[in-house]
């Protein structure tokens, strides 16, 4: 397996690592009761999905 034979420098290490950040999760309103969401993800408070309830929801007291 080749080795490199210099160190890379910190700055060079640093220009490499400015996109491994972790990005913050988007969140869109659902359409039915306008709750913050993920994408693509059925909704927690609701349980529609793309216009159709997919997952019952319990009342809780």
Do not use: F, I, W
């Not at 210099?6 to 999760?25: E, F, G």
């Not at 909704?43 to 997919?54: A, D, F, N």
């Amino acid at each position: 397996m080749p080795n490199p034979k210099r160190r890379h420098s910190k700055s060079r290490t640093s220009k490499r690592r400015t996109h491994d950040a972790l990005k913050p999760v988007a969140l869109g309103p659902c359409p039915q009761c306008s709750e913050l969401k993920p994408p693509h993800v059925v909704c927690t408070s609701c349980g529609y999905y793309r216009g159709r309830q997919v997952r019952p929801v319990t009342e809780e007291a």
